[in-house]
């Protein structure tokens, strides 16, 4: 049975891979199919050969660069559906990741939204009529990039916004046909889309010029064409049509289309520029076409190892625009198969020859002599005007191996090639970019291996070959999000990663930068740009392996604060507000832009970073208990229906015993999903209260427990960090008021009685009271206030170095000896331990409930989806429909992850 199985297996991996000369068949008349793409969310998704009844579309989630985790596979059923048994040529992600481009070899295009790992919808379906050469999708967001200025500080910079943006809706992109037709979709509203196109003339072809108008929101077009005849078409030559075609959307906002004829003769590349205005109220859209300059493969060379391009019998099989530092380059890959060759059985075998050659954009001019001008000295010349033209800057020919994979990596700057071997070379980058793959200081002398196919390249991944000895080709390669890992398909469907980093630990200098800045200035724009940093996180997690650099984590964590908080301003130090017995106090709320998920975002991904490291216990249950004090405080405010203005005399209150005068009214939907919320509230206090006494009423062989605070970790440092202090205390005054509104109103939410219950079992039943604590809250910030500032502290440096501060000793026990009989006693523990069924304690890393089924955890920071929890809580005794901040935390979590 099993050699049965494992048989068919290996027939289901040959069908699926093609020979090479099939391969470079179709690679020579069309573009190579896409099978791999990966979002800034680090969600991958994979396309198969497809089969005679569907086509294989997947969506991969969780870590799938360790070895550790087991990825999560997805099938994409409406995209299979859609295409059927077509091909996929062109699948894109857009810039933010939650919208995928797919469009397979019969043209019918396709756009799907991903509200979860697990849900795809479609947003816009159209046929095209004809296979798709090119697709670019136009920037919809605006970015920040690291800069340097000329005294050398590093900052970061809310980029412009690059390229032409649709002024009606969120997405656009530009289409290239084969037959030439160039066209912009772009959205009106929801699921209604616009275009507008033109055509690109080209040697050698049937063209129709079309005048479209368009109607909103509807796409209605009228038509008059006049067909123009080249002299080719007149001699009888077939009508040509675009083979390979790349679209480059550059950072000074041109879009730069590279078209290739496979059966022009001879064989010529143009490069043309479009430039995009969208449709206004009465003005149709524009887009031109404007040629810059084009490639004559059959021109004589200097490098007499490239005479492969001037072969006739060779082809173009790839065709790139990629990105320079400072000019547009374009990358072509050349084919060939000569029959010549004969084995040691006589057989003829074919043997297959490439190169791959780099083009610049350069401005030229020529100086012509100005003799015939009668008042020009002897001698004298004079400048053309400039004109762009392409430049050959460096070529290399592979011999007996053909070139299956052209992409870019580094910002779509450095040339990533794959062989029909199934090896896969990568060029260095340069150091003068943001990265932290291999750069030209990685360079050795010792690059000696004949496979390399120049200096400048570096090999990832060797010769795969199935079990027979027959080479698997690459089919399709990607980057991770921020480009530490490479992902790679062969033609088998066999999937692979390798990491592209840096295997030394580079120190920063003036004009270098290190591997450290650049870890810590990528991640400052992840969180930033809102993309995932899971390969970031693993490379941090190895450096400190492999290095053995046991602070490593630290110091990007505060690196990571220090940068964001100046960008962001965290200090609130200078907020004060006026209570109503008229005395000064300082506001510890933050500012509007970092009260919820801003904030929740910035502690999920510094539990990230500790989570990969394995490090920090203490300092990730204080972050997971901020976040869910956080999250629980929005969703008590957003079920309260009483106007802001009574909640703001709330929180500003001094004495406690003026909480009662204060009534507020909350949504009665909401009533019985609050209650478990507010049950692990209460149950947090008790947690951390404890720790508290224990701390400070404890003694050790080696001294005072409390002095052993001052140097290590300790989770009671989260009541010292003021943040976070003043939103427990918000949410006791909450609890309060909603028991208060649960007891004396007139409404009748479901099972009242059992609701009256359970609140007051959560109330009276717990052994601190809310009264009690609050006061103790309110010592404590005059304890906090008395203290020395510090200076050159991190506004969260509680919740990440949570140790206790020297001198704040004393009066912090004296502050537990003076609330000793109210809530810092340890006798208020011991009943409690022996009563508690289920502990759900934050302390413990546990969420709200611990038992609830089917609870969906987070792709980044491993948090539970706080809706399931609390409809599972509460069982069939609440409201069937969700709430309003339940259906928020349905989709996405607070850091804008995905659940899984």
């Known amino acids: 049975m099993t050699s049965n199985s494992t048989r068919r297996h290996a027939d289901e991996v040959l069908s699926q891979s093609q020979p ?86 019969t043209g019918r295009l396709a756009i799907w939204e991903q509200s979860s790992t697990r849900s795809w919808a479609n947003v816009y379906c159209h046929h095209l009529q004809q296979p798709a050469v090119a697709f670019l999708w136009l ?26 943006r649709n002024p009606f809706g969120h997405l656009a992109f530009l289409i290239v046909t084969v037959s030439g037709e160039i066209t912009v979709h772009y959205q009106r509203n929801s699921n209604i889309f616009s275009s507008f196109s033109t055509s690109l003339l080209c040697a050698g072809q049937l063209m129709k010029q079309k005048q479209r108008k368009q109607t909103a929101p509807y796409t209605i077009f009228k038509q008059q064409s006049k067909e123009i005849l080249d002299f080719s078409m007149i001699t009888g030559r077939s009508w040509n049509k675009i083979s390979h075609a790349s679209l480059l959307l550059n950072t000074d906002g041109k879009i730069y289309l590279a078209s290739h004829n496979a059966s022009s003769k001879p064989k010529e590349v143009y490069l043309t520029e479009l430039q995009i ?26 490098d007499k190892s490239l005479r492969i391009l001037q072969d006739p019998f060779s082809s173009v099989t790839h065709l790139l625009l990629v990105k320079g530092l400072s000019h547009v380059r ?59 033209a392409l430049k050959l800057a460096y070529g290399h020919s592979v011999p007996d191996r053909l070139i299956t994979v052209l992409k870019a990596a580094d910002a779509n700057r450095d040339l990533v090639v794959g062989f029909s071997d199934g090896s896969i070379q990568m060029e260095y980058r340069d150091s003068a970019t943001l990265g932290v793959s291999k750069s030209n200081e990685d360079w050795t002398s010792s690059n000696d291996d004949i496979s390399i196919i120049g200096s400048s390249f570096w090999e990832i991944t060797g010769v795969h070959q199935f079990d027979d000895g027959v080479d698997d080709p690459v089919r399709d390669i990607v980057t991770s999000a921020n480009e530490t890992h490479l992902i790679y398909m062969f033609s088998s469907g066999k999937l692979g990663s390798r990491r592209i980093t840096s295997d030394q630990l580079i120190e920063s200098t003036p004009d270098i930068r290190g591997t450290k800045e650049s870890l810590t200035q990528l991640l400052v724009l992840g969180l930033l ?29 505060q690196d990571i604060l220090i940068q964001y908080e100046h960008i962001y301003d965290f200090d609130t130090s200078d907020l004060e507000i006026k209570s109503e017995d ?73 004495d406690v015993t003026k909480v009662q005068d204060i009534n507020l009214e909350f949504d009665i939907a909401t009533l019985w999903p609050l209650v478990p919320l507010s049950s692990w509230v209460m149950d947090y206090i008790v947690t951390v209260m404890q720790a508290w006494s224990l701390l400070f009423n ?97 506004t969260f440096s509680l919740l990440t170095k949570p140790m206790l501060p020297k001198d704040k000793l004393q009066a912090l026990q004296e502050l537990t000896t003076k609330h000793k009989r109210t809530c810092t006693s340890p ?53 069937a429909m969700p709430t309003p901040w339940q259906q928020s935390l349905i989709r996405f979590c607070l850091c804008e992850e995905a659940f899984i």
């Open 277 to 302: 205005t969208f449709p206004l109220k009465i003005k149709e859209g524009i887009i031109s076409c404007k040629p810059i300059s084009q490639i004559h493969l059959t021109a004589p060379l200097v």
């Open 20 to 105: 090479v000369r099939v391969l470079h068949s179709q690679l020579s008349y069309r573009r190579g199919y896409s099978n791999l793409a990966c979002s800034q969310t680090n969600i991958l998704v994979a396309t198969k050969k497809p089969t005679p009844s569907s086509c294989s579309i997947e969506a991969i989630t969780e870590n799938t660069y360790t070895n550790k985790s087991q990825p999560k596979r997805t099938p994409l059923l409406l995209a299979q559906q859609y295409h059927g048994h077509y091909a996929i040529t062109h699948l894109e992600w857009n810039q933010r990741g939650n919208y995928l481009a797919t469009i397979d070899e």
């Open 827 to 879: 006798s208020f523990f011991l009943l409690g331990e022996m009563n508690v069924i289920n502990p759900m304690y934050a302390t413990q890393q546990h969420t709200a409930v611990t038992n609830a089924y089917g609870i969906r955890r987070c792709i980044r920071c491993y948090q539970s989806s706080m809706s399931e929890i609390t409809q599972a809580s509460v069982g069939d005794l609440g409201m």
């Open 330 to 388: 374009l990358a072509l890959a050349i084919g060939k198969i000569d029959d010549n060759t004969t084995d040691m059985m006589g057989e003829t075998q074919p043997t297959y020859n490439s190169a791959v050659a780099v083009w610049e954009l350069t401005e030229t001019s020529k100086q012509i002599p100005a003799d015939f001008l009668p008042e020009a000295n002897h001698g004298s010349s004079f400048a053309t005007p400039g004109r762009n």
């Open 529 to 557: 740009n809102h993309v995932d940093c899971s390969d970031l996180f693993t490379e941090a997690a190895r450096l400190i392996k492999e290095n053995n650099i046991n602070d490593f984590a630290d110091q990007l964590v």
């Open 698 to 794: 404890r003694k050790v062989a080696n001294g005072n427990a409390v002095e052993r605070a001052t140097t290590t970790p300790n989770p009671t440092a989260i009541l010292l960090h003021p943040e976070s202090r003043e939103c427990i205390r918000r949410l006791l005054l909450l609890i309060d008021r909603y028991a208060s509104f649960v007891s004396n109103t007139t409404l009748a939410p479901p099972n009242k009685p059992v609701l009256e219950g359970y609140i007051k079992s959560i109330l009276e039943d717990n052994a601190i009271s809310i009264k009690a604590m609050v006061e103790f809250l309110f010592d404590l910030d005059d304890v906090d206030k008395s203290g020395k500032p510090q200076t050159d502290a991190s």
């Open 139 to 164: 920037n919809s967001e605006r970015s920040y990039s690291a800069t340097q200025n000329p005294e050398g500080n590093k900052k970061f910079v809310l980029d412009q916004f690059v390229g032409p």
């Open 582 to 654: 008229g005395e000064q106090r300082k506001d510890t709320t933050l500012p509007e832009m970092w009260a919820s998920t801003q904030l929740v975002q910035l502690f999920t991904f510094l539990i990230s970073i500790y989570r990969t490291t394995n490090s920090k216990r203490i300092q990730c249950r204080n972050l997971f208990d901020s976040i869910q004090l956080h999250a629980i405080l929005e969703c008590l405010m957003s079920s309260c229906i009483s106007d802001y203005d009574a909640i703001s005399r709330l929180f500003a209150l001094k």
